[in-house]
């Protein structure tokens, strides 16, 4: 694998994974007939996956350009705050580390010892995806994507499923944003399929229809963690430039326990951008 080609699948694997025992415990279903979609939304809400700190183990499977290439990954969270992920081969030593903040992409390409550091705007524009981190961390553990809520959400339901279509994903505006930023993320759209029982995302498609471009996530075994709800197993497919399909299943999840997110770059690495 030469340089050039092992630095830009690395990042793009990263891109695409930033991009489960079965609870026994049965809940009784609500009927929503005669109510407000708001209360399905606060629902949901209620039962999402709370903590100040998660860690996994979890094997990642993604698939591009027809090949599919599996590893073994570790999973750091701290709330609202970083997002530290260390992969290795199936068999071998460490190949690359990421550290996702809230304004910065980190990542350390071990087998040809270099290094990037970079902002959203650099990755978005570069790779044309739509990277955000409250997104990302909310696809990582079934949480729903934040959304603004008006009288114009289609809501539906069927004998597994209840459907909320057309949320617009909420940002976080700053106060230098131009008024076609704002205009433009009103393209951006969000569809939910909710569990009639747990109230958690099984499904969800996120699209945006100013760049072609969506991701259509699936959650599958619920498994229950200090009396919350996570899925073990985690599906993406990732329509962009670079279509892909990544696979994520956790094992060995704790909660709120003490995490290093080292991120020491060797003095000998060159930094180098995609």
């Known amino acids: 694998m030469n340089k050039v080609y092992s630095n830009r699948f690395l990042f793009l694997l990263i891109i695409s994974v930033l991009w489960s025992c079965k609870s026994t415990e049965k809940t009784k279903r609500i009927s929503l007939e005669g109510r407000k979609t708001e209360h399905l939304i606060q629902q949901m809400k209620s039962k999402e996956f709370d903590f100040e700190t998660f860690s996994a183990k979890a094997v990642i499977s993604v698939e591009q350009d027809g090949k599919k290439n599996t590893f073994k990954s570790t999973v750091r969270i701290k709330k609202d705050s970083a997002i530290w992920i260390s992969i290795t081969p199936l068999f071998g030593i460490e190949m690359a580390r990421v550290l996702v903040t809230q304004d910065t992409v980190k990542l350390i390409n071990r087998l040809e010892k270099h290094y990037f550091i970079g902002d959203y705007d650099y990755i978005n524009s570069r790779f044309n995806v739509d990277l955000e981190y ?42 230098d944003d131009k008024p076609k930023k704002i205009e433009k993320q009103k393209e951006e759209i969000i569809s939910l399929w909710i569990n009639q029982e747990t109230f958690k995302v099984d499904k969800f498609i996120f699209s945006d229809l100013t760049a072609d471009r ?61």
């Not at 696809?139 to 069927?158: H, P």
């Open 214 to 274: 969506f991701i259509l996530g699936e959650y599958k075994n619920q498994m229950k963690v200090e009396d919350q709800l996570v899925p073990e197993y985690l599906h993406f497919e990732v329509q962009s430039d670079v279509p892909s399909i990544v696979e994520l299943q956790y094992s060995r999840v704790s909660l709120n326990q003490p995490l290093k997110f080292s991120f020491n770059i060797s003095s000998k690495y060159e930094q180098v951008e995609f």
């Open 134 to 175: 409250e997104v990302l961390q909310a696809i990582l553990l079934g949480n729903s994507i934040a959304f603004e809520f008006d009288e114009k959400v289609k809501y539906s339901q069927n004998k597994e499923h209840y459907y909320l279509g057309n949320l617009k994903k909420r940002k976080a505006r700053k106060a």
